[in-house]
């Protein structure tokens, strides 16, 4: 059965590769999908064909074709069976199946697909029949696509229908002075061949015996296939009027068909159809929505498409009476015959108060004015009152006094004055030029108003409140004319609001009044200062930055004379409210207490021309940076109340208030303090948390990245795995590793100055890994380097020093696997060699465990301590000896253990085999004596001296007529037993001839 079983098992392999589906060589399945089975040709003329009652294909013969696609992820072949069922029944689909034929495809490439395959067939008429193609594959992993299939009958059907035509609407017109054809287009829906022919009865509208027939010449439709359906065929009927067919007519249109059987198809009749020299048409306008309060020109033409000239009489309708009527009826024409064109137009007034949507139908009617066959036609155009769009501002502020250098807001109500919803803009100006002026429309926006007089549905009606803010420049000395400021002028200032959705604009105006006003200015010398980054961080510790602006104080007004000023003005002098933006937002809050300012001199008494010096002082903090941002400080003159009784009571003194602004730019700074030397083991990841602080001024966000000079064979990463496999470097990475590391948003520490709170300082994690034979304190430095997230520019390269700690590790391995054949009279030796396969120069004690050696003695013949460097290896050198008597029968083992000082423990297992020594004796009495027909026993000894355990199974010859038994019949021998066997020996008689000797 071996022989068998093995002569079978050759078969199969030699046979095997000339069977199975060629595969690609890359990983992967194939899944193959009959992606196409349909029948592509007929040969005798019989088509096949798909309509509404299933497929029916005409009897003969015909091609099957098919298409196979290989959706799966691998290249690989396929067979295709097609079947044939002459009679389906889905519950014993066996039954009538017949293999048309087996087809081998070429190899398909992973989401390829075949060429069509084809093959004849012939079919055999009968209903309820089946075709199918079928993937044969041993590899396919998805057979729910495997098959493809289509169930017909087979019979010899005719069948034709009209698809489409162009014969002319009842009430149409055709010249009777040229030929007109006319089409009908017609499709095979059987599959036999038919012939078909266009047919046309013109009979008078008067007399029905009166007619005329026209038909086309017979043409054969052919059938498609289930690949390529039938196409459409053009039948032409032309009519030739001549010299009696004039006036109406009816029209009797058919399809007559003729093949195997004959039928017919009757199209709808023409009630009306006029034969004349006079034909035109009438080309209306478009419909359209006109804004209301607009009018319109609704333009329509005539066209004479007869071969007569013609004029033609027009009249309209207009329901709602937008039309203009003037002029109608109205002729036009003589227009020229052949395609010449009359034209009209009729003017439509759509009404201001007309609402969206509201519509009119103008409707105009051509009389031909012809006396051989007069006609009417008509046409109209609808006129729909569109959108309106419009909006209109009312002024709500009342009081028109306005003040040099003081911001005045006005307000107005925007009303949605159309008839649809719109946005609006906003924007205004002056009428006339003035430098200076800030207008500043804060509503220059508006979102979607509805209309006020038709709000929508559960929405208000659309009004919007509109905020315009005017700052006059400041006075000066002397009075500069172009900025406008002089007392008692009027300031004209327009608004103009621009519907989004269309429309035009309207304008709305305001005039300003200006104010008599007077004032004790504190001019700054300058009203600005950009710090840089040195100036910001040299004021730490140095008393903060110092900044000192001179002040020109002098008094100003917009009157048309200060003669009759004779008193001084007083004024006093303070800090307004000192505001912070910082650069960030989010802090600062308490910023401005970081700061000194002051001015000097706190008061003043000044007559119209003169003047003052003065003095602003800024004082920087100095236990920290200032935060970065803009520091606005308002210098304020506030006049003397009492001291303005004397000027004029119509002369308003004003409060003047001048800002200095510091600008703090923004200074980047980071530490990352980490003295000592970091430690992290070799061969594995080590997690690695460092402090990061934002010593900066400003929020802050920051890139970390790792620099260069780290060790092929490290890996840094700010994932919390390396993705290293314990062989270290690139070779070993499992993934793709994380080399930049973003901290957003990190504050400032005097973002909320006075806490500390820590808000500057964060923690980011690196994970290295070292080569495993990284030797132990190797000290390695990782640069970290740091960019400005914002800008992009360089704040600080930093160094993180990491140690390598101790690792002890080591591999303990016997050669020859441990495996030792001798005899007793052997005294071998093996050796078991020690990897240290850490990274420290190790202390290695060797030991024995020998509670299975048996008969054999194993002793070290080499030190029991040994001292290896990381990377070394040494052997320790293992005798054997054996007993004289040592048993073959079992393994001879001894557990050689290596530890460490740090309590790490290897072993490796010699296992020693005694070569067999089979040495069995038998003692027996050399001589027995026995009387002829008697029995006697005789004592064997049998001795086994060898040294593995012996069944012994004794056998005993002697002569012929002699007989002998033996007991016991079976023993087991240890190494170095005797034992007994008593053999029974029965001598045979005398018969008179022997002797006994």
């Known amino acids: 059965m071996a022989r068998e079983r093995l002569a079978i098992i050759i078969l199969i392999l030699f046979f095997a590769p000339s069977v199975l589906p060629l595969v690609g060589g890359d990983s992967g399945d194939p899944d193959f999908d009959v992606v196409e089975l349909t029948i592509t040709e007929c040969e005798t003329c019989g088509g096949s064909v798909d309509n509404s009652d299933g497929i029916t294909l005409a009897p ?111 009430g149409e017109r055709i010249a009777k002075a040229s030929n007109t054809d006319f089409h009908v287009t017609v499709l095979n829906t059987g599959v036999m061949a038919v012939m078909a022919k266009f047919e046309l009865k013109i009979i008078e509208a008067d007399d029905a015996t009166a007619f005329e027939t026209f038909i086309s010449t017979s043409v054969q439709i052919l059938p498609g296939t289930l690949a390529s359906p ?62 209301p309060g607009s009018s319109t020109l609704a333009s329509f033409s005539i066209k004479n498409t007869g071969t007569k000239a013609d004029t033609y009489t027009v009249t309209f309708s207009d329901g709602e009476s937008w039309a203009e009527a003037n002029g109608y009826p109205l002729d036009v024409g003589p227009v020229a015959s052949g395609g010449g064109y009359g034209y009209f137009d009729i003017s439509v007034a759509i009404p201001a108060a007309a609402d969206r949507g509201d519509s009119t139908l103008v409707t105009a009617t051509v009389t031909s004015q012809n006396t051989e066959a007069p006609f009417i036609l008509t046409g109209g155009v609808t006129i729909v009152a569109g959108d309106e769009y419009k909006g209109v501002l009312g002024a709500v502020t009342v009081d028109d006094t306005i003040f040099p250098d003081v911001t005045k807001q006005v307000e107005f109500i925007l009303t949605n004055d159309g008839n649809s919803p719109t946005g609006f803009s906003i924007t205004a100006g002056l009428s006339s030029p003035a430098e200076n002026w800030d207008i500043d429309v804060l509503s220059s926006s508006i979102p979607t108003l509805n209309p006020e007089d038709i709000p929508t549905l559960g929405d208000s009606a659309g009004t919007a409140s509109v905020l315009i803010d005017v700052t006059p420049p400041a006075l000066t000395n002397p009075l500069d004319p172009a900025l406008k400021l002089l007392a008692g002028s009027t300031i004209k200032m327009w608004v103009m609001v621009m519907p989004v959705e269309g429309g035009e604009p309207t304008i709305t105006t305001f005039d300003f009044a200006m104010q008599p006003t007077i004032t004790v200015n504190p001019a700054l010398d300058h009203s600005e200062i950009l710090l840089t980054e040195q100036e910001v961080i040299d004021g730490v510790g140095a008393g903060g930055f110092q900044h000192v602006v001179d002040l020109d104080i002098s008094v100003l007004h917009n009157l048309w004379t200060s003669d009759h000023l004779d008193n001084p003005i007083n004024a006093a002098f303070t800090i307004g409210t000192v505001e912070f933006t910082p650069k960030t937002s989010g802090g600062g809050v308490y910023e401005t207490g970081r700061w000194s300012t002051s001015v000097s001199p706190t008061s003043t008494s000044l007559f119209p021309g003169d003047t003052d010096v003065g003095s602003l002082s800024i004082l920087g903090p100095n236990d920290q940076m200032p935060l970065a941002g803009t520091l606005t400080i308002p210098v304020v003159s506030t006049p003397v109340e009492n001291s303005m009784l004397a000027f004029h009571s119509t002369v308003t003194p004003k409060e003047v208030s001048h800002d200095f602004i510091v600008h703090i730019p923004e200074v980047s700074g980071v530490v990352i303090n980490q003295p000592e030397p970091l430690d992290v083991e070799s061969g594995s990841d080590t997690i690695l948390t460092l402090d990061f602080e934002n010593t900066g001024n400003d929020e802050g966000s920051y890139s970390l990245s790792v620099g260069d000079g780290i060790p092929d064979d490290w890996v840094v990463t700010f994932d919390a795995s390396s ?36 808000r500057h300082q964060t923690t980011f994690d690196i994970t290295v890994f070292s080569h495993k034979d990284t030797l132990a304190d190797t000290l390695q430095e990782i640069p970290i380097r740091v960019l400005n997230t914002e800008t992009g520019l360089y704040i600080l390269d930093y160094v993180v020093t990491v140690r390598i700690q101790e690792r002890v590790d080591m591999i303990v391995e016997a050669e020859d696997d441990g495996l030792v054949s001798l005899s007793v009279h052997e005294t071998p030796f093996t050796r078991i060699k020690i990897h240290n396969t850490g990274n420290v120069l190790t202390s290695y004690h060797v030991s024995l465990d020998e509670s299975e050696a048996g008969g054999i003695t194993f002793s070290i013949e080499t030190p029991e301590d040994m001292l290896i460097a990381a990377g070394f290896n040494d052997s320790i050198k293992l005798r054997l000896v054996p007993d004289p008597d040592a048993s073959a029968d079992i393994d001879h083992k001894v557990t050689v253990w290596v530890s460490t000082d740090t309590d790490l423990t290897a072993s490796a297992v010699i296992t020693a085999s005694i070569i067999a020594d089979h040495q069995l004796s038998a003692v027996v009495d050399p001589l027995t004596y026995i009387v002829p027909g008697e029995t006697a026993e005789v004592t064997i000894m049998l001795v086994n001296s060898g040294n593995l355990v012996m069944n012994v ?5 002697i002569d012929d007529g002699w007989t002998v038994s033996i007991i016991p019949t079976s023993v087991t021998l240890m190494t170095g037993q005797s034992m007994e066997f008593t053999a029974t020996v029965t001598a045979p008689p005398l018969d008179g001839t022997d002797s006994m000797q």
């Not at 059987?261 to 929505?289: C, G, H, K, W």
């Not at 496999?725 to 590391?741: C, R």
């Open 60 to 170: 003969g013969g015909h091609t099957i074709s098919f298409k196979v696609e290989n959706v799966g992820t691998l290249l690989a072949s396929c067979d295709v069976k097609i079947y044939h069922w002459s009679n389906w029944d889905s519950e014993n689909p066996s039954v009538t199946r017949t293999m048309v034929q087996q087809v081998e495809l070429t190899p398909i490439g992973a989401g390829g697909t075949s060429l069509s395959y084809t093959l004849p067939w012939s079919a055999v008429t009968g209903t309820t029949q089946r075709i199918s193609a079928e993937i044969i594959s041993g590899l396919d992993i998805n057979d729910g696509n495997d098959e493809e299939s289509f169930e017909f009958e087979v019979s010899s059907l005719v069948d034709a229908v009209v698809v489409t035509d162009d014969l002319p609407e009842s």
């Open 230 to 291: 039938a196409q459409g065929v053009v039948l032409t009927t032309t009519v030739v009027p001549g010299p009696t067919l004039v006036g109406d007519y009816i029209v009797e249109p058919k399809v007559l068909f003729t093949g195997t059987m004959d039928f017919e198809e009757s199209l709808a009749s023409i009630n009306t159809l006029s034969i004349s020299d006079y034909i035109a048409e009438l080309i209306v306008p478009a419909n359209r929505a006109i804004e």
């Open 723 to 758: 993705g290293a496999t314990g062989t270290g470097g690139t070779g070993g990475t499992g993934g793709t590793v994380t080399t930049t590391y973003a901290i957003n948003n990190l504050s400032a520490e005097m973002e909320a100055h006075p806490l500390q709170d820590g």
């Open 953 to 957: 199974d004794p056998i005993v010859t």
